[in-house]
RNA sequence: GCGGAUGUGGUGGAAUUGGUAGACACGCUAGCCUUAGGAGCUAGUGCCGCAAGGCGUGAAGGUUCAAGUCCUUUCAUCCGCACCA
């Protein structure tokens, strides 16, 4: 009873360290991956080291991390990798504000992100580390460009594209969050303006299909499948050809309603749209230009914030191929350039945004639909229904309508079927240092020449100012001895591309390298990789859609090139949620003002209790909301294991009866059972329960039963030193190592259910009477139902409800209740 | 606006196919113990009630012997996307 006095505290001060170093020592987290066992691949996504180590980082990576040591416990070659992805926009501004070249603050901040992932007792194979920004790994990338261009999916154009003038750089749509840039979005930072720009893009568009087509059969959080479906964005439709009455220009539209062309009584284009001034007439033109000026400054959230439609009537009108009719063209901001073609027919009796720009004109609106006699519900809500003032068309249901209207105006050349995307085509240029170079050259003679495999890597030059150089262009511009060279093909005298890559690219391809980091003469070797793609288990709290979409994408890509036999990334991915304040709020990382993960350890609490805390406060996919007193909570319970065990190993030699070693197994096993289970499903919280819930019992069964050095009692101890291994590995091997183990507990040891010891010979029957709980009766497990209906009936609480009454019917739910209902 | 979730004690959250609502933990209360600690141990802790009992999973209906779970309506919060033609 008072054992504890002289016991060794849990001190995770002491032994975690001492296990770190020994996991260092002896290797354990170096995966082989030529190994003949089953293979586990997983990790979280990549980190940018950007700054310090905060909690998310510490949610992130211990999500992986339990996958992985479980199934390295389960006895797989189980890889859990760690890697920089160290190119890119925040890692160079901070080092424009520290003063220092992106190299140095690399060379600072991973080496100290490397000594915390180890203090948070990760098992990351250090061995095959890799960093995005060092040439050995971005050779690859640029590789990646030279492979896409050699089939025909690399191209340049001209667009317009969100600036950041802080940054000096183009945006993707993504990264413009409420009108700001997302890296300067603060209250004092400027609204992002649009500039046209020449960069170069991977036709993504290209495998739009069948990226979609593939979402469905994921083993993937449905929120984020979802995610990917939207932002592909498939919609099945027409395109339209009008006439601009009195000119040789045509305006062409996108639709998905071919059925409404009658109640088109105007056309609205974009105003950025190509053809607005080469048809305005030129009493509208200043008109038209102040409207267009007027809207480039103007957000996205700026439009949408209006209700109220504005626009500009160009002067001309447009014909429409189905009636002949004349209809005023305007220009208005609630069209946008990116989608579609960037000019709409404008359908104001069923299209909402239409009719209320077509009240603000004073335009007319024709009804050409009629829902009321709808025969089908679903037609009814989705705004179908039978043509009407539509001419020959009338009668005809919406889609029969549509597909003939289509049909109709095909054989005039004047319509076409169609598919649209949403998602274009992906801008991987950016006007940044911190970069891989994109690997072309631009002579004058030549154009641009997009280098060959044996001329890369094209290493980026260390400069001392590396700020972007004002033009529009990188730093890279101002780097002469760099900057000019001679034309691979003409010999001559040309320049070499400044833009660098987007780090998107970076991101896309890294779980291959992982699979085969130091290839110096392949991206990786297929065959390895082979074994081990698709990773098993991914997850983030972030990236929802464009790095998901992108990776699948590139190794989409890398399938139909032969170097891949599996075209997708991610067998599972998890969506996690954010830890979060108290109150609910998010921690800022500009701010810093989350838990410092590396003081709560430091402070004494350990890596074990951070990490199980982390793993029990919610379900992975709600997020953890953050609490003070959680990280003490779970060193508690860690200390209750320790200090049991310390107990047993102390106490002497007993006897245990037959009975008495079935009580014991009983929770051991249920709760490996429960653990395995809810590991395997991604469900820690309740995992970590039944761990706590299992120590709880062994401290009530330890003072009924003799308690002591005893096989059934070691089984007890062994078996919750491995359930606890993959969230708290620290004081697993300690204990594992104190039960008299040599060897490590982190590979091939995880407890075996013996269903045997689940049996139980009695069960808690619940008798109801009109369903309401009036007893509970402890029965033989193999009681027949007339057994357990007479025990319910003779129960004398039972009879207080049903004396005197009719029993008129009687439930009976094996090994669970008995429902009388009178 | 559209899409997706989520609503359960003082708090975070548990609850196979509908079958004992509140596991586990935090907090709180009382007692014990002591090397007085960031301890530890034991008991209690949904609400009302002395009790018997009644009420209780955002709200209102419904199906059922039985509803957190299924159906209908509705409210609130959070997260995506955003004038997508």
């Not at 890889?79 to 003063?99: C, M, Q, R, T």
């Not at 993960?597 to 609490?605: R, V």
Request: charged content about 25%; some cysteine.
């Amino acid at each position: 009873m008072v054992y504890w006095i002289d016991m060794k505290r849990y001190n995770p001060k002491e032994i975690e360290p001492k296990w770190q170093q020994i996991w260092r020592e002896t290797n354990v987290y170096t995966a082989n991956l030529a190994s003949d066992k089953p293979k586990y691949f997983a990790f979280g996504m990549f980190n940018y080291p950007s700054g310090n180590l905060h909690v998310g980082h510490a949610m992130n990576f211990t999500i992986s991390d339990v996958k992985s040591r479980f199934k390295r416990q389960q006895g797989f070659e189980s890889y859990h990798p760690v890697g920089w992805d160290s190119f890119g926009l925040p890692a160079e501004n901070y080092a424009i504000k520290k003063g220092i070249s992106p190299q140095e603050s690399m060379a600072q901040l991973i080496p100290d992100y490397q000594e915390k992932y180890q203090k948070m007792g990760w098992s990351d194979d250090w061995e095959k580390e890799i960093t995005t920004s060092e040439p050995e790994y971005y050779k690859w990338t640029q590789w990646i460009f030279v492979k896409m261009h050699e089939h025909g999916l690399v191209y340049q154009d001209s667009r317009w594209q969100w600036w950041c003038t802080k940054c000096q750089t183009v945006l993707a749509n993504e990264q413009v969050i409420d009108g700001k840039c997302w890296r300067h979005d603060g209250k004092d930072d400027l609204i992002v303006e649009k500039k046209e720009v020449k960069q170069w893009f991977f036709k993504i568009t290209e495998y739009a299909d069948e990226l979609l087509e593939a979402v469905d059969a994921l083993d993937w959080t449905e929120s984020v499948k979802l995610a990917q479906k939207n932002w592909i964005g498939k919609s099945q439709g027409a395109e339209v050809m009008f006439e601009v009455a009195g000119s040789k220009e045509t305006i062409t539209v996108f639709t998905t309603r071919p059925d409404t062309l009658f109640g088109a009584t105007f056309m609205v284009l974009a105003p950025d749209h190509a053809l607005v001034r080469e048809i305005t007439t030129p009493d509208k033109l200043d008109e038209v230009e102040a409207y267009i000026k007027a809207t480039a400054k103007k957000t996205e959230v700026e439009r949408q914030a209006s209700k109220e439609k504005t626009g500009v009537y160009l002067g001309v009108n447009a014909i429409n191929p189905i009636n002949g009719q004349e209809i005023p063209v305007y220009i208005a901001d609630y069209v946008l350039s990116g989608y579609g073609t960037g000019a709409i027919m404008a359908v104001p009796a069923h299209d909402e945004r239409d009719n209320a720009f077509a009240k603000a004109f004073d335009i007319p609106i024709v009804q050409v639909v009629d829902s009321a006699d709808n025969s089908s519900v679903q037609d009814f809500y989705s705004g179908y229904g039978i043509a009407v003032h539509s001419g020959p068309y009338d009668g005809l249901t919406s889609k029969k309508a549509g597909q003939k209207i289509v049909d109709d105006l095909a054989n005039k050349h004047l319509a076409i079927q169609k598919t649209n995307y949403k998602m274009r085509d992906w801008s991987i240029s950016r006007q940044r240092y911190w970069g891989a170079p994109i690997p072309v050259v631009n002579c004058p003679d030549c154009g641009p020449v997009v280098l060959k495999e044996d001329q890369l890597p094209v290493v980026l030059p260390e400069l001392t100012d590396f700020k972007p150089s004002g033009d529009g262009r990188s730093a890279l511009a101002r780097a002469k001895d760099w900057l000019i060279t001679t034309c691979p093909d003409c010999g001559k005298t040309a320049e070499r591309e400044t833009d660098t890559m987007d780090t998107y690219v970076d991101s896309s391809w890294y779980m291959m390298r992982y699979l085969d980091p130091q290839n110096q003469s392949q991206i990786f070797d297929s065959n390895v990789a082979n074994q081990w793609m698709p990773v098993n288990f991914y997850n983030g709290g972030d990236h929802a859609t464009a790095h998901l979409l992108y990776a699948r994408f590139i190794t989409r890509f890398f399938s139909k090139i032969g170097l891949l036999d599996n075209p997708e990334p991610f067998k599972q991915m998890l969506y996690n949620g954010k830890v979060i304040a108290k109150d609910g709020t998010a921690f800022s990382k500009t701010l810093g003002n989350g838990p410092d993960p590396l003081e709560i350890i430091e402070q004494g609490y350990g890596a074990d209790a951070l990490r199980t805390y982390l793993m029990f406060a919610a379900p992975l996919e709600l997020g953890a909301r953050w609490d003070p007193q959680g990280v003490p909570g779970a060193h508690r319970f860690l200390s209750r294991l320790w200090n049991i065990v310390q107990e047993y190993i102390e106490a002497p030699a007993v006897e245990l009866a037959t009975d008495q070693s079935k009580k014991i197994l009983l929770i051991v096993h249920k709760a490996t059972k429960k653990v395995t289970d809810d590991i395997e499903g991604n469900r820690f919280n309740t995992a970590i329960a039944a761990c706590m819930e299992a120590v709880n019992k062994l401290y009530l069964l330890k003072t009924e039963l003799p308690f002591g050095q005893n096989n059934v009692w070691l089984e007890a101890f062994e078996a919750l030193a491995m359930l606890v291994g993959p969230f708290a590995p620290h004081i697993a091997d300690e204990l594992w190592q104190l039960l008299g183990h040599s060897d490590s507990i982190q590979r091939d040891h995880w407890p075996i259910v013996d269903t045997q010891y689940l049996q139980v010979d009695t069960f808690t029957l619940v008798v109801q009477v009109n369903g309401k709980v009036r007893a509970q009766l402890s029965l033989a497990s193999d009681v027949t139902k007339e057994q357990a209906l007479e025990a319910a009936k003779a129960d004398s609480h039972v009879q207080e409800f049903i004396n005197g009454k009719d029993v008129k019917k009687e439930i009976y739910i094996p090994g669970k209740l008995v429902n009388l209902v009178v």
